[in-house]
């Protein structure tokens, strides 16, 4: 079992820059492939990025390429988010999720969810 506890979202303006946290309790941290969704006011739930276990292979979402950086610390049993150049249209809830096993960009194969922090970009 893990629980996920995500902080750092705010409001910034266009341009600005942001890093989310994403925390996480149980013994086994590395041994989940983590990632981050957002979801925008009526809209559905979309991938952001997602990390291995070993923090080793990272993938993104064609719109944050460049933009956004995934990364881990296992010691610390935490993901994070950083994010650059912000845009209004990279404003959503964001969760983090985990999963046992290999990285995955579909929401669907994540086990374990946050309750997610909000991410306002004005313009």
């Known amino acids: 079992q893990v629980q996920l506890v995500e902080s750092g979202g705010g409001l910034v303006q266009a341009g600005g820059s942001l890093r989310l946290s994403c925390a996480a309790s149980g013994r086994t941290f590395s041994s989940y492939s983590m990632g981050w969704f957002r979801q925008a006011p009526g809209k559905e739930r979309d991938f952001v990025a997602a990390?291995?276990?070993?923090?080793?292979?990272?993938y993104y979402e064609d719109s944050v390429k460049g933009r956004f950086t995934i990364s881990r610390d296992n010691a610390k049993k935490t993901m994070y988010l950083q994010m650059n150049s912000l845009k209004p249209e990279d404003t959503a809830v964001y969760y983090c999720a985990a999963r046992s096993g290999g990285t995955a960009t579909n929401e669907h194969a994540y086990d374990y969810w946050g309750q997610g922090t909000q991410v306002t970009v004005s313009s």
């Open positions: 990390i291995s276990g070993g923090g080793r292979s990272t």
